[in-house]
């Protein structure tokens, strides 16, 4: 049975809707200063990390959107903010990345220095790095362009030579077609400030079709991997190839097989002949290959969802527009769960499910959960379990952004909301039961996921 909450907060009325015992959040409320996403070629341009940009221990929030890149705390008040062509655009496969709620700049100790620096593209492929205390430019360069490709369109902090965020990786789909990010360059922080040449780049990169590359350090060396169909070491060199059929939609890392050293990769297949499949994929081999019926997978979401299991489980959410038939995988390919989202959802939820999911250390258990919104509109927020589907918290909300992150410092995640001209921060106000543990940004892996996102990838 439902039971409703109304929390009021200055002006603000949230009518929250709870089950099974979990404790309902009042939002923090951060004003923005730049409008709202708006309906529009411009929709889907600009979103928001999280990041620890003037190194006093807490976290940050960086909002991007068209012509705007700004800082702010979580207690609401804003470091800086720049009026500067970022680059931030809509979808990828026509427009270039970082496609759908890409944030396009990225945050990191690029010069050793002990500061954070903010990094970001303009639209004429010149790389801007800024303090991150204060917003004011510290250096800039302009990387040649591949032949091939209109201009650089992502750029990422990276560690490849073994010291820790000092490098940087550039990405740009092709000028003409159909767009997808193939071509790749890698260079050391003070080699690109200084016109010097990459460490290596590459013009035949398959990335998603929807995103950009990813990054992880799968092996625990140290260094970053990069992760798209073709997987390529720190020196970006070939490691593994998935035996495509279609295209990828969407990545995701995790110890999915704990049995094994080091992290696995999982690709969401679409399209082409017996496709629609799984994989599950290991520094140097495919280890499963699945599929449900050859129902497309689209988007998912990847975590402990079930204890009884041994490593990661993976939630679908399958392709269909409306009466979403969401199916869970084992980490051996094996099907575990299926169900019908209109049997789940709550009276009132859009019959076209959910969308922008997140795996969330919501509770501070082991048992982890799903976060989403609802799909297609500016709509509500909920947390559920994905091998039941039951709904454990839904926020009536105008979501247009929806990010996951430890952003207040308990370990436990977090959700921001995008909603109007303001962000809405929510936070488990119950007793976290496991608060000695570290904080999860204390991963690599961690970082790299929170930094580089988009609607597809989350």
């Not at 404790?23 to 923090?28: K, L, T, Y």
């Not at 010069?111 to 620096?117: F, I, K, M, R």
């Not at 094996?334 to 939820?349: Q, S, T």
Request: proline share 6%.
């Amino acid at each position: 049975m439902w039971t409703v909450w109304v929390a009021l907060m200055g002006t603000l009325a949230v009518a929250m809707v709870q089950a099974a015992g979990l404790p309902v959040p009042e939002p923090r409320i951060i004003a923005l200063e730049v409008e709202p996403p708006r309906p529009g070629d411009l929709e889907s341009a600009g979103s928001l990390i999280a990041a620890d940009v003037d190194n006093d221990g807490a976290m940050e929030l960086l909002v991007t959107a068209p012509g705007y890149l700004g800082a702010y705390r979580t207690d609401g008040r804003r470091l800086w903010s720049l009026r500067t062509d970022i680059r931030v655009g809509g979808q990828s496969e026509s427009q270039g990345l970082p496609g759908h709620h890409g944030p396009g700049v990225a945050a990191g100790d690029v010069d050793g220095d002990g500061a954070t620096e903010v990094i970001f593209l303009t639209q004429h492929s010149r790389v801007h790095v800024v303090a991150g205390a204060t917003g004011e430019e510290e250096w800039s360069a302009a990387p040649p362009v591949p032949e091939g490709a209109q201009r650089w369109e992502q750029v990422m902090v990276a560690t490849f030579r073994g010291v820790a965020d000092q490098d940087l990786l550039l990405e740009a789909t092709n000028r003409d077609g159909y767009r997808m990010g193939r071509y790749l360059a890698a260079y050391a922080a003070e080699a690109l400030r200084g016109g010097g040449e990459a460490l290596w780049s590459t013009a035949d990169f398959v990335s998603c079709a929807h995103n950009g590359a990813r990054l992880a350090d799968l092996d625990a060396d140290g260094r970053d991997e990069v992760l798209g169909a073709t997987m390529l070491g720190p020196d970006g060199k070939l490691l593994v190839e998935i035996p495509l059929r279609g295209h990828v939609d969407s990545v995701f890392v995790g110890d999915v097989v704990p049995e094994r050293p080091g992290l696995e990769v999982v690709m969401l297949e679409e399209g082409g002949e017996d496709g629609n499949r799984v994989f599950v994929v290991a520094r140097d081999a495919v280890l499963v290959e699945t599929h449900h019926e050859h129902r497309e997978p689209q988007n998912a979401a990847l975590g402990r969802f079930d204890l009884s299991r041994p490593g990661l489980q993976l939630w679908c959410r399958s392709r269909d527009n409306e009466h979403q038939k969401p199916f869970v995988f084992g980490n051996t390919g094996e099907l575990i769960a299926r169900y019908e989202m209109d049997d789940v959802a709550p009276g009132g939820w859009t019959v076209r499910g959910v969308e922008v999911i997140w795996t969330i250390d919501w509770t501070g258990e082991p048992q982890q959960l799903a976060a989403a919104k609802e799909r297609h509109e500016a709509g509500d927020v909920c947390l559920f379990d994905p091998i039941s589907g039951e709904f454990r918290l839904r926020l009536p909300e105008q979501a247009a952004r929806l990010y996951v992150a430890d952003v207040t410092g308990d370990w436990r995640e977090e959700l921001v909301v995008w909603n109007g001209a303001e962000l809405h921060i929510y936070e488990n106000p119950a007793p976290n039961p496991d608060p000695g543990r570290a904080r999860l940004w204390g991963e690599q892996r961690y970082r790299r996921a929170k930094a580089v996102w988009n609607y597809y990838s989350p």
